[in-house]
């Protein structure tokens, strides 16, 4: 696709329930890269993969949050048993050289 | 504690100033990248600045990255509305492998009133 494409852009979940937030780099990108954002600041890295391989997931709070890029290209963010701290923006980005791209992120909201 | 401060956080402007946001750290950078983000929309990359002392210009935007890779300043000459937005610097740590894991600043919020 022209760009990095997440969905879906809005998700308001019950407390407790489990979340799939999925991003569809651009084509051919080799890195892919989750990250969240507060309002009004700057983005938090989450993971990242080269492929399908989860070079880096240091920066996951804590075992709820997991992801995954089983054939190198669409990724999936989970998140399991939400909480209201986990509300924020997820953005996605997709790297090709030093040029990183994000996606317009998907809204969560735990109520 | 954040490791790449940026100054100031909120900016509002009379259209035809100019203005100058800090990016600032102890930490080293292997390089430095400027965003700016509309409402509703991801950041979107200005510039990749990642020789130290390096100068970058984008139209009325300056770029500039400190001599010893820690700091970068952004410069907008005659501040127009469309400059609106949320202005992010964002880092690759030296010798770190992945220049796409950025640690970012909190961001300036520009508002430039015409």
């Known amino acids: 696709g022209a760009g990095v494409s997440q969905s879906p852009r809005y998700k308001v979940t019950k407390r407790g329930q489990d979340v799939a937030l999925r991003c569809d780099p651009i084509s051919g990108h080799v890195s892919l890269y989750w990250y969240r954002q507060a309002l009004g600041q700057g983005p938090e890295f989450l993971t990242y993969f080269n492929y399908e391989a989860q070079q880096d997931k240091s920066g996951l709070p804590n075992d709820r949050f997991s992801a995954e890029r089983p054939e190198g290209s669409i990724s999936t963010l989970t998140i399991q048993r939400t909480e209201q701290r986990d509300s924020a923006m997820y953005r996605c980005?997709?790297?090709?050289?030093?040029?990183?791209?994000f996606g317009q992120g998907t809204r969560l909201t735990v109520v | 504690t954040q490791l790449l401060e940026q100054s100031p956080q909120f900016l509002s402007i009379q259209e035809g100033e100019n203005l100058t946001v800090y990016c600032n750290s102890s930490?080293?950078?292997?390089?430095l990248q400027w965003y700016r983000q509309e409402p509703g929309e991801g950041p979107v990359l200005l510039v990749t600045v990642v020789t130290g002392g390096e100068v970058k210009k984008l139209k009325r935007l300056t770029f500039q990255f400190g001599d010893a890779r820690k700091d970068s300043s952004l410069h907008i000459t005659a501040a127009q509305p469309g400059d609106t937005g949320l202005y992010l610097c964002?880092?690759?740590?030296?010798?770190?492998?992945?220049?796409?894991?950025?640690?970012f600043g909190q961001g300036t919020t520009l508002q430039v009133k015409p």
């Open positions: 980005a997709s790297q090709n050289g030093l040029k990183v791209f």
């Open positions: 930490s080293v950078f292997s390089s």
């Open positions: 964002a880092g690759a740590l030296d010798g770190s492998s992945n220049t796409g894991k950025l640690i």
